[in-house]
């Protein structure tokens, strides 16, 4: 389901249901000659796509957001098409992005980026503008619905046995690299051969394999091997991985 089609009775069974709500992330930036700016977002929004067609009653897909911190360390702006915006006006968009969701009803949501993600553990501006403003919008919803000192009332004694269940308001927002790099199995690299295969398979009328070495960039070494094969592994990895996240099964 895609949430700008949903009718406000379609939004209410799917919270009864407690449905995943996905919110892709991204940034546009460059991604030498050969891709689209909008790799890491299209990497994303084109796996949720996947997942949502062929479980469309159990996933709601949010419209994308791809207006993250890209950074200037790639490249400079002029004619590049890197977009940054800086980590300053992402955290309060994200946590009223997050408070409307709460508010509307929504408990089980899931922000996927790809943008970064070798340093997620740590976190990059862009994934912790989004964490940051999420932990500050459960907050907000908990003080305003429960009253402040809501976690110290009488009644919360089971709050730890609670959370190592799973039952933790923490987790109602929550914010997932698209890929878990621990894992070693697909290339990780930055327009590379890893990213290239992905839009081979993910957005392939978006890459102009012609264009590959116009730029001269170390980065892009190895690119010309990539394969649609290699990107529909990495793009069945993704998914898998994305499924066992949000609680929806096996592929």
Excluded: C
């Excluded at 992905?198 to 190895?222: I, N, S």
């Amino acid at each position: 389901m895609r949430l700008d089609l949903m009718r406000p009775a379609e939004i209410r069974a799917a919270i009864a249901a407690n449905l995943p709500l996905a919110l892709p992330l991204g940034v546009l930036e460059y991604h030498g000659e050969h891709l689209p700016v909008g790799m890491d977002m299209l990497a994303v929004s084109r796996v949720l796509d996947r997942i949502e067609a062929a479980r469309p009653d159990r996933l709601i897909v949010a419209p994308p957001f791809p207006y993250g911190a890209a950074s200037l360390a790639v490249a400079g702006p002029e004619g590049s098409g890197t977009l940054q915006v800086g980590a300053e006006a992402l955290v309060p968009f994200a946590e009223a992005l997050f408070a409307g969701l709460l508010r509307i009803g929504f408990r089980n949501i899931h922000a996927v980026i790809h943008h970064q993600t070798e340093n997620f553990a740590q976190g990059m501006p862009t994934d912790l503008s989004f964490r940051l403003g999420a932990r500050k919008a459960i907050f907000a919803h908990l003080e305003r619905e429960r009253g402040e000192g809501w976690w110290g009332a009488p009644g919360m004694e089971s709050y730890y046995g609670d959370h190592a269940k799973g039952e933790n308001p923490f987790n109602w927002v929550r914010v997932h690299p698209l890929f878990d790099t621990a894992a070693g199995d697909y290339p990780f690299d930055h327009a590379g051969p890893g990213e290239t295969a992905l839009m081979l398979a993910l957005a392939p009328e978006a890459v102009a394999m012609d264009m590959l070495d116009a730029g001269g960039h170390w980065f892009v070494r190895g690119a010309g091997e990539a394969t649609a094969e290699l990107g529909e592994r990495g793009a069945a990895m993704a998914e898998a991985r994305l499924l066992a996240l949000m609680g929806l099964g096996a592929a």
